[in-house]
């Protein structure tokens, strides 16, 4: 089975439900392993893009990533798109010339507009030469369902008579071997009992035996060996609605070539196994390698349409995707199916979730920075690689937004240093850009519920503990308290749903470096989290704009302390 290009790219994706740092790094990020490493790398996301992300990459003049939810190999990425074919009304001898050409024991059956009408294997296809009778009886054997049309193209024959057609019929073939005058009084036999028009008479040049076949209007003469008809001989056959071939092959192979006329697509079995592109190869697997089938057909979703064909053999060991991971390294915020990918690069700023695994060493880059859009940029710095201004501006966008214009408490020197850099080969003013990123999409004021606590999310473990922490960042918290009740009601309803033990939205005032706070979940973890709980039960996080860098390390705390307290009631 031959490697796809669909296998072969190197997919570059940040995290679920992506910030603004997560789509700039993988496209920035991209852009340098292309050129760098001369890799064929693709930018991705596995989530919505957010409206200010869409803000940059307009000003930028770059498309947003592909959506993929799913990692996992697929049905497509193993299948053959090149594989060999038969249409439904192809004869037994092409399809068998098509196997021999291709080396296939089984050969996917197609409608001439494409769509997968079944498997034809080799022991199906024999059955059309030999059909089973348990009888005993050689009539089956000698009866054959052809079309005329088919006959004349197997044997290259020339047509006289009426003319030839292409409806299939059931024809028994009667052949000239005996004595001349046995052979007329069979065809005569044959017509007292008025199914001549049901045979087929093969001779040579025997023209007595020819012209009794015409008289007794069988349906159709076939004449070997070379020989010609006479023009008597085929104004009468035409007068009596008789169909005449001669061919240039004798008796015997003629017999043989007439029964690989017949069409493949009455082999075919009443069930076949057709399998989606889009199925995963770990979920299809187990049923498929006990199908009585070899070849299985893909197809597009609620479609017939034939893609590709692979074998049980390529269900063994498929290609696993190859990824770049960026701004995360746990499972638990990355693309579905990341444990079956092949992870080659690792590029982040958070602390290590320790559960990516790899199959062979890999690159691994984790610094104490504030945004791996930073860490990106460097690399592009000192390797001395061009930087376009588009992804410049991508990458300012993802410095700005993790670290607030450099005011966050995870900004280092590297950060500033770069953004400086990078503002230069982007054209932009740092303090004007941050204005235009968050004055260009807010999720309090315009966003649904659903996007304000999804949009920028992310799960984390600790002490045993499932947790959600979701991060909105304003220029104003004007619109907070108009809507807390229901971003409440989602973060229970979300709460429940994933099975979380507590969950967090914290709404960021990036100018006045405050977050208020709503949090779900065990009430003794919320106790012991270390900000101010207003009357309403909101939670008042003064000086708090890091999620990374002053939420989360609060909340570890809380569980923490939480479980000490619960341990010492006990």
């Not at 059309?128 to 009888?135: A, F, G, N, V, Y």
Request: charged share 25%; proline share 3%.
């Amino acid at each position: 089975m031959r490697t796809l290009k669909s296998q072969e790219p190197i997919y570059v994706i940040g995290h679920l439900n992506p910030d603004t740092d997560a789509i700039c790094a993988a496209i920035g990020y991209a852009d340098y392993l292309s050129k760098a490493e001369s890799m064929n790398a693709v930018p991705l996301r596995c989530g919505h893009v957010p409206s200010r992300v869409e803000w940059v990459l307009e000003q930028a003049g770059i498309e947003a990533p592909t959506l993929i939810n799913d990692v996992r190999t697929t049905a497509e990425l193993i299948c053959d798109k090149d594989t060999t074919t038969v249409l439904e009304d192809e004869t037994f001898l092409s399809v068998y010339n098509a196997m021999q050409q291709s080396g296939m024991d089984s050969i996917p059956v197609v409608s001439k507009c494409g769509e997968i009408r079944g498997i034809l294997d080799f022991t199906q296809l024999m059955q059309l030469l030999m059909p089973q009778d348990d009888s005993g009886s050689s009539k089956s054997v000698k009866v054959v369902t052809v079309s005329p049309t088919k006959v004349l193209k197997s044997l290259k024959g020339q047509s006289h008579g009426m003319e030839i057609h292409d409806n299939e019929e059931a024809l028994t073939m009667f052949v000239g071997a005996s004595s001349e005058k046995s052979t007329i009084k069979g065809i005569q036999k044959i017509c007292d009992k008025g199914i001549s028009d049901k045979q087929l008479v093969i001779c040579g040049d025997r023209m007595k035996l020819q012209r009794a076949a015409v008289e007794n209007k069988v349906r159709m003469l076939v004449v070997t060996g070379g020989y010609s008809v006479s023009d008597e001989l085929a104004e009468l056959a035409k007068k009596n609605g008789v169909m005449i071939i001669s061919c240039k092959y004798d008796t015997a192979t003629t017999v043989q070539l007439i029964r690989c006329s017949r069409q493949v697509s009455s082999a075919l079995g009443a069930e076949f196994l057709c399998v989606n592109a889009s199925d995963a190869v770990s979920d299809i697997r187990k049923r498929l390698s006990v199908a009585p089938q070899e070849l299985f057909p893909v197809v597009k979703r609620g479609s017939l349409k034939l893609l590709g064909v692979f074998t049980k053999a390529d269900l063994v060991a498929p290609p696993a995707t190859k990824l770049v991971l960026v701004d995360h390294n746990e499972y638990s915020q990355a693309v579905r199916g990341v444990e079956e990918a092949n992870v080659m690069i690792v590029l982040d700023h958070h602390r290590l979730g320790g559960n990516v695994v790899s199959r062979e060493p890999i690159h691994f880059l984790n610094e104490p920075v504030g945004s791996s859009s930073t860490l990106v940029a460097r690399k592009y710095r000192d390797s001395g690689v061009e930087l376009t201004r588009g992804i410049a501006l991508c990458l300012c966008a993802g410095l700005i937004s993790d670290t607030l214009n450099l005011t966050s408490p995870t900004t280092t020197m590297v950060d500033k240093n770069l953004l400086v850099w990078l503002c230069g080969i982007a054209g932009v003013d740092a303090d004007q850009f941050t204005h235009d990123f968050f004055a260009s999409g807010s999720l309090m004021l315009k966003g649904t519920v659903e996007e304000i606590v999804n949009t920028d999310r992310k799960e984390f473990y600790e002490g045993g503990k499932s947790v959600s922490i979701t991060q909105v960042e304003e220029i104003v918290l004007s619109s907070f308290d108009e809507r807390k009740d229901e971003i409440k009601t989602e973060l229970l309803r979300l709460a429940k749903n994933k099975g979380y033990d507590l969950a967090i939205a914290a709404i960021t005032d990036i100018t006045k470096h405050v977050s208020l706070i709503i949090a779900v979940g065990e009430q003794r973890i919320i106790d012991a989290l270390p900000f101010e709980v207003r009357p309403d039960g909101s939670i008042r996080a003064e000086g708090v704009v890091s999620r990374k860098k002053q939420i989360f390390p609060a909340v570890c705390d809380a569980i923490h302390k939480s479980s000490a307290t619960t341990v010492e009631d006990v």
